[in-house]
């Protein structure tokens, strides 16, 4: 869209952590003037295993490593870092990973996670850059189960200026879906980013709660959702693979939002994300102020993860 401005270098500072634990694994192994053999290729795919690359992910990039040292084409250690960076990269077809945006009327965007993944602060990110941009932003509290949530998010509302749509604790999140839809509307808002309940992905309750909410929206805004992000925390590693499953059974995510990617050792994830997953992660969370959020770009992530 234009907005998100985050550079290389930026990525490079956030991911400090996640960097410094791949290059510490990789610099024992990819010492200077070590010969590529078997043994060599069979520590890096535990390494990068241990990364939280992921298994499949790796399995890929061993092959295409040993079919060109077969070839000849790479015959150093020191030539697998450049070989890495170049087929990850590649493996992101070009696809959309920008914020949809609807033809007509608000767009609508749906926002889902468990506790604690980071989710309301990620909205508040992603309406204050919205809002930065001059667009009319409102979110909904649809989250009434915890009275801390609604408060959290009316506080940031109030924080980043933007409007809000809440209930009591404990009213319907659909009714005030409901409302937020109408408010949008009439407000002739440019997005609407509703937030929902975040207890845990196993409870068939919450997960019907969920379908009820997008259905609400769905009627009140045509063609609504226009997005569904769900938020993943980046220090859960591979379990945040296993609730990107659940709730896609659930509801239609189109995006991923991968938040506290700046306090991890575990970036890694991204990858294995994209391989066990056709989701695309659209944005990624740095940091704990609102402007710490930057669109997903495949390529300057891989730079920003190798020294």
Not at 116 to 144: E, N
Not at 151 to 174: C, F, H, M, N
Not at 234 to 256: C, H, P, S
């Amino acid at each position: 869209m234009g907005i998100f401005t985050k550079t290389v270098q930026y990525l490079r500072e956030r991911l400090g952590k996640t960097r410094n634990r791949i290059s510490s694994s990789l610099s024992s192994i990819l010492t200077f003037g070590r010969d590529i053999d078997e043994d060599l290729l069979d520590e890096l795919e535990e390494t990068l295993i241990s990364d939280d690359i992921g298994v499949e992910m790796t399995s890929k990039l061993i092959s295409d490593l040993r079919t060109a040292y077969r070839g000849r084409r790479i015959v150093k250690s020191e030539d697998i870092i450049p070989f890495l960076k170049e087929h990850m990269k590649s493996y992101w077809p070009e696809r959309d990973r920008q914020l949809r945006i609807a033809g007509s009327g608000p767009t609508a965007i749906l926002v889902a996670g468990i506790n604690g993944s980071g989710k309301t602060t990620s909205i508040a990110k992603l309406a204050y850059v919205l809002s930065r941009d001059k667009k009319k932003v409102i979110v909904a509290a649809c989250d009434t189960f915890r009275a801390a949530a609604v408060e959290q998010l009316a506080i940031w509302a109030e924080r980043i200026g933007v409007d809000i749509v809440k209930q009591q604790s404990g009213g319907d999140p659909a009714a005030v879906a409901f409302d937020a839809c109408q408010a949008a509307v009439s407000r002739d808002a440019d997005f609407l980013i509703l937030d929902t309940a975040g207890r845990l992905h196993t409870k068939k309750n919450l997960m019907t709660e969920l379908k009820k909410i997008r259905d609400v929206v769905a009627k009140k805004i045509p063609g609504a959702p226009t997005e569904v992000l769900l938020v993943l925390d980046a220090t859960t590693g591979q379990n945040a693979i296993i609730q990107a499953k659940m709730f896609t059974e659930v509801i239609d995510v189109t995006g991923i939002f991968l938040a506290k990617l700046d306090g991890t050792a575990r970036g890694g994830i991204v990858i294995a994300i994209k391989d066990m997953l056709d989701i695309p992660v659209k944005f990624v969370g740095l940091g704990e102020q609102p402007e710490d959020i930057a669109e997903f770009n495949p390529a300057e992530f891989v730079e920003a993860l190798f020294n």
